[in-house]
């Protein structure tokens, strides 16, 4: 409708500039009118004026509700009484757009608080920072962890923890680490994960950080208490028939509450009583080796880390492997990918961890005449060296894999119980993880990630 009317107008003015111009000619070319001729000339000229000024109006609107736009001014007002039908229909479609505009902008402001609302009350405190460095948002949990009450940039964790404000500045997308602070209120341990996001072409990180410390402390105490309850029934197992054949031997030597004579010891009292303080040396021993079991566990030495060819060490363990106890019933495929994959790590205990879960391997498909077990070695999606044991077994129950790691646990009669548990020790002293997984009836798969 609006544009309608500007073409009209225009139009209009556009015919009657040509209707002079075509009179101006006539009367010069044609009459040698020269004096008449002013006439059609400044008619021409005051509707050349009078265009411009048109046109200059609706522009100096339009340029006006740009200009409020821009600067995001909703007080911008457009008359709609004037004389004019052209400015009048202008204004108020100007009018119109200006309260649809400034609806969308009281919706995302809306949708803005609410969404700043949802981070404050949000269980993890969360701050997004650009490529300089420059801190944009951060919510009220991630200000009262690092105990400041303003963050503008992350140069500012470098004054509570060198250590974080390099993790933070380090840190890649989609990757989480674990730092320990120690702030005057005491000492946290930070899960921090990363992501990153466009916004208006700018390229910017979110952190989110989250102190595990209480969980971490949860699953210690969880721990220590599963391990006192192994300790407890081992220890039991062991003291409680050397109590009871103790209490057996002295009732050979005690009558009524007084020694026996020399006299009424015979040579079978004797044979009795050798047997047993042999089955009570038996039982210490047996108690000696559990302690020195846990000694293993808590005394791990620290690796000695040197670059070595994977291959090579899986070839070691092949052949070892062909000593193991059902090794020549079990079909051994082992490969390497790429085969120049090298590994910064101590290649001995690496080599104890292999050895402990190919030998696990091995006893665990005792039954299986189709027994098979893979050592592979490659690269996963993130970029990091795993090399993974898996064999066709009977598998583990999801009861008995929450209990595999813990030391002194084991469902085999000659067993320990602390292999996985070193092994997994081992590779988190390498900064990486041991994880399980299974399906029973099907497999069972230990990943060693670096």
């Given amino acids: 409708m609006i544009s309608k009317s500007i073409y009209v107008n225009i139009l209009i003015r556009v015919l009657l500039l040509l209707a002079g111009?075509?009179?101006l000619g006539w009367l010069i070319f044609h009459r040698q009118a020269y004096v008449f001729a002013i006439i059609p000339s400044l008619f021409i000229l005051g509707v050349t004026i009078n265009l411009i000024y048109f046109l200059n109006r609706i522009n100096r609107r339009i340029f006006y509700f740009f200009d409020a736009i821009k600067n995001e001014d909703s007080?911008?007002?457009?008359p709609n009484n004037v004389n004019n039908k052209v400015i009048n229909d202008l204004n108020q479609s100007l009018q119109k757009v200006n309260a649809q505009i400034q609806q969308i902008y009281l919706e995302n402001r809306k949708q803005e608080q609410y969404f700043q609302a949802l981070l404050e009350h949000a269980a993890t405190g969360m701050f997004t920072f650009n490529e300089k460095g420059f801190i944009l948002h951060s919510n009220k949990l991630a200000r009262q962890l690092f105990d400041m009450d303003v963050l503008t940039h992350i140069n500012q964790l470098d004054r509570i923890d060198p250590k974080l404000y390099q993790t933070i500045k380090e840190i890649q997308p989609t990757e989480q680490r674990l730092v320990t602070l120690h702030l005057k209120s005491g000492v946290i341990q930070?899960?921090?994960k990363s992501n990153s996001f466009i916004s208006e072409n700018n390229s910017l990180m979110l952190i989110s950080v989250h102190d595990i410390k209480n969980q971490l402390d949860e699953k210690e105490l969880e721990s220590w208490r599963k391990l006192i309850r192994v300790m407890m029934h081992e220890i039991m197992n062991s003291i409680t028939p050397v109590t009871s054949l103790s209490e057996s031997l002295a009732g050979y030597f005690y009558k009524n509450g007084a020694m026996v004579s020399p006299e009424d010891i015979t040579v079978k009292t004797i044979e009795t009583t050798i047997r047993g303080l042999e089955v009570i040396r038996e039982q210490g021993k047996g108690l000696i080796n559990f302690v020195e079991s846990y000694r293993k566990i808590t005394r791990l030495p620290a690796p000695e880390k040197k670059v070595f060819q994977v291959k090579n060490l899986i070839d070691h363990i092949r052949i070892?492997?062909?000593?193991?106890?059902?090794?020549?019933?079990?079909?051994?495929?082992?490969?390497?990918?790429?085969?120049e994959l090298e590994l910064h790590a101590d290649e001995k205990q690496i080599s104890q961890v292999l050895i402990n879960l190919v030998k696990n391997a091995c006893q665990a498909n005792e039954g299986n005449e189709n027994a098979k077990i893979q050592i592979e070695a490659t690269v996963n999606e993130a970029g990091r060296a795993t090399i993974s044991v898996t064999d066709n077994g009977p598998g583990i129950s999801d009861e008995l894999m929450d209990k595999i790691f813990i030391p002194f646990f084991t469902t085999k009669d000659n067993g320990s119980g602390i292999g996985l548990s070193i092994s997994r020790q081992i590779m988190q002293l390498h900064g990486g993880s041991l994880k399980m997984s299974s399906v029973p009836g099907k497999y069972t798969s230990a990943v060693l990630e670096f």
């Fill in 21 to 23: 111009s075509l009179f």
């Fill in 75 to 78: 007080t911008l007002r457009f």
């Fill in 190 to 192: 930070l899960l921090i």
């Fill in 320 to 339: 070892l492997s062909s000593s193991f106890e059902n090794a020549d019933r079990i079909e051994f495929s082992c490969n390497v990918t790429p085969s």
